[in-house]
């Protein structure tokens, strides 16, 4: 398996723009979670998915965040609009049921910059 | 709620010395404990786990040993290489003895490794 695959692997934008970030779950994994990474705030989950059903979105920072699952094999995280303050690298993940205790798998990230 | 609480970074060492990186946890039923490790420009990934008390985990050489009583699960390695130089992460996952919803992963707050030749 190719793993998660995430793109576009970097992206700017100007300040106002709708940016939309995608991922690609390893193929069977029913869990996808999407986080955000920044110096200041670490690690952040934003929200995660079970069988395509958004299942906790309350790290979603406001309204300007949206994110999608529409079938078990993508997945998009939307700005609209975007703003410098959402600079940060986005990572994808994904694990499968059966075993919670098992690992996620992230992708490798996309790195925004909002100018 | 959960937490975890890791050393605070950057760590610098010189190769082959050894390697403690302390991670506490607090957390309101039975997790298992991870540490995740991120190279430069990539995604986290997978060092080892333990799913339950004085479980250790290894892998490269790294190890960890799950402590109940003291809520800990420092990281350590005998012999660090240039190679070993990332951020590493340690987290917690609530068992699936627990309520739905607790799939997610708590991190802490990432410790930053250098090693210099």
């Known amino acids: 398996d190719a793993g998660v695959i995430q793109s576009p692997r970097h992206e700017v934008t100007e300040m106002g723009q709708e940016v939309t970030l995608r991922c690609k779950p390893i193929?069977?994994?029913?869990?996808l979670f999407w986080y955000r990474q920044t110096m200041m705030r670490g690690l952040e989950l934003l929200i995660y998915f079970n069988n395509n059903v958004p299942i906790d979105d309350s790290g979603m920072p406001e309204d300007r965040f949206s994110a999608k699952m529409p079938n078990a094999s993508f997945s998009t995280l939307k700005i609209q609009p975007s703003e410098p303050r959402d600079s940060a690298v986005y990572f994808c993940a994904s694990t499968e049921t059966g075993t919670l205790n098992n690992e996620q798998f992230f992708g490798p990230g996309t790195r925004l910059t909002v100018l | 709620g959960n937490s975890v609480t890791q050393m605070e970074g950057p760590v610098t060492l010189s190769e082959e010395a050894f390697l403690t990186i302390n991670c506490t946890y607090t957390a309101t039923g039975y997790p298992s404990l991870f540490w995740y490790v991120q190279y430069p420009g990539e995604g986290l990934q997978l060092l080892l786990k333990?799913?339950?008390?004085?479980d250790k985990g290894s892998n490269k050489g790294f190890e960890a040993t799950y402590r109940k009583e003291t809520t800990s699960f420092h990281l350590e390695k005998g012999s660090v290489q240039v190679s070993d130089s990332a951020v590493y992460f340690c987290?917690?996952?609530?068992?699936?003895?627990?309520?739905?919803?607790?799939?997610?992963?708590?991190f802490g707050t990432g410790t930053r490794l250098t090693i210099i030749p």
């Open positions: 193929s069977g994994h029913d869990y």
């Open positions: 987290a917690l996952i609530l068992s699936r003895s627990s309520n739905f919803g607790n799939e997610k992963l708590t």
């Open positions: 333990a799913t339950k008390a004085d």
